[in-house]
């Protein structure tokens, strides 16, 4: 099959065994993600009666891994098979689930066991998420890497829509330890599936030369290289150094932590305010927060054809504005009845939607931007500087709510997510086209 330019015209994805074994286990592993980031808070909310401190730290001891790790995961992702961190990643979270639900079991589900729990499942999920971003990449040729990072994020969209609603009903409806192992037999599937991925992958040093790295990316050694491949720090260093020294990338990292720091500290508050101001039962707060999924599947949609016809630039900004303020009309919602349980769909729906757009968006940006040997290191330095302030977000919203009240507390913090759609349009991001920007060369 031949292109309208001449050239031989990349097969479907979906013809590619490989793969489909990938958006099957990422779909999966992040239905198992999502479910946990519900099923652990409401666990200490509604079982353990945790206040908002408590929440606060829970939910900051289960994004430390990001502050922590990001940047050490980058770094042996480039060096290691995908699949490998991703098989690996699984196992972790199924046993550190499994290990919560025998706690609960035996009638020690107490609040360090969720604490220690919440680590585990994020320091694995950190290396999870760099290894499925970088993976992509070395799987797929360049031009099906929009098609790719739609179905990818539009898996998470589905997680995002199932995952709240199925963690909120095993919470409601049954125990902690069945909830708890619900998550661990989730991660157990996602390892099946991804372990059978069999093309070998590169794992090289990024070249100057894109056609050369074309040419290595679906060919992994099998004896590692002959010379001692450099130190872990020295290859952080360059991620850093690489991210930093691009404009636009520089201006992602940015307006991702104003966005990040500020969603987590909403959040917190969220996740209080829906219970004791609203006094949702645990299956309309299920409901509320999966609302986000269709939209998140929407946005993906949107992402494969909006930029390109409206420019990248535009719909980041557009996008992140309409998103983000979203929020501000949850504050003005009383009661517990049908219409205000509709708004907060609808709030979830605007947010969803108009958030997986900047996601995908800002994605593509990135991986084309990216040379492919720097690809796990670019994810995970702009994971490291967008998610690394979220702990410090999520105590800033536990101590607001207990200081401020939930109501004020959360129109402040959801104010604060305008701060990241208004870096993005004083950045050289606000001025990107309806193409993606060509990849930058590296220089020794």
Not at 229 to 256: H, Q, Y
Request: include cysteine.
């Amino acid at each position: 099959m031949v292109s309208a330019s001449g050239r031989p015209a990349s097969p479907s994805l979906w013809r590619d065994r490989d793969f489909r074994r990938l958006w099957v286990g990422q779909t999966v592993s992040q239905l198992g993600e999502h479910t946990t980031l519900v099923v652990l808070p409401l666990c200490a909310v509604l079982t353990l009666d945790a206040g908002a401190g408590e929440l606060g730290v829970l939910r900051a001891v289960g994004q430390a891994p990001i502050l922590l790790l990001s940047l050490l995961a980058g770094a042996w992702v480039d060096r290691w098979r995908t699949r490998t961190v991703m098989v690996r990643a699984d196992v972790g979270r199924a046993l550190a689930l499994g290990a919560a639900a025998a706690a609960g079991l035996l009638g020690a589900l107490g609040l360090p066991v969720l604490l220690m729990t919440a680590f585990a499942v994020g320091a694995l999920s950190v290396f999870f998420d760099v290894a499925y971003q970088a993976s992509l990449v070395r799987l797929v040729e360049r031009d099906q890497l929009v098609r790719g990072n739609s179905a990818l994020e539009g898996s998470r969209s589905a997680a995002q829509i199932a995952g709240p609603a199925l963690g909120g009903a095993l919470v409601s409806l049954l125990t902690a330890p069945v909830a708890a192992a619900s998550g661990a037999l989730l991660f157990a599937l996602s390892f099946l599936s991804i372990r059978r991925i069999r093309r070998g992958e590169s794992v090289q040093e990024p070249t100057q030369d894109p056609t050369q790295e074309r040419s290595q990316r679906l060919r992994e050694p099998t004896q590692p290289p002959s010379r001692r491949p450099p130190r872990v720090w020295r290859r952080i260093s360059e991620g850093l150094r690489f991210v930093v020294g691009d404009t636009s990338l520089r201006a992602v990292c940015l307006a991702s932590a104003a966005f990040q720091f500020s969603l987590a500290a909403t959040m917190t508050v969220y996740l209080l305010f829906l219970p004791r101001e609203l006094h949702l039962s645990g299956s309309e707060i299920g409901l509320a927060l999966a609302a986000t999924g269709p939209g998140a599947l929407l946005g993906s949609l949107l992402a494969a054809r909006l930029p390109g016809r409206f420019g990248h630039g535009v719909m980041l900004v557009s996008a992140a504005a309409l998103g983000d303020g979203a929020f501000l009309f949850v504050p003005a919602l009383h009661g517990s009845s049908a219409g205000t349980v509709l708004g907060l769909v609808a709030v979830s729906l605007v947010f969803g939607t108009f958030g997986q757009l900047v996601n995908v968006t800002v994605m593509g940006v990135r991986q084309a931007l990216t040379p492919d040997g720097m690809q796990g290191r670019a994810a995970a330095t702009i994971t490291f500087v967008g998610m690394g302030l979220t702990p410090l977000g999520s105590l800033l919203g536990g101590f607001l709510a207990d200081e401020w009240g939930l109501r004020l507390s959360l129109v402040v913090t959801a104010a604060g997510m305008l701060l990241s759609p208004l870096l993005m349009a004083l950045s050289p991001l606000a001025r990107l086209g309806q193409t993606l920007p060509a990849r930058r060369i590296l220089v020794d």
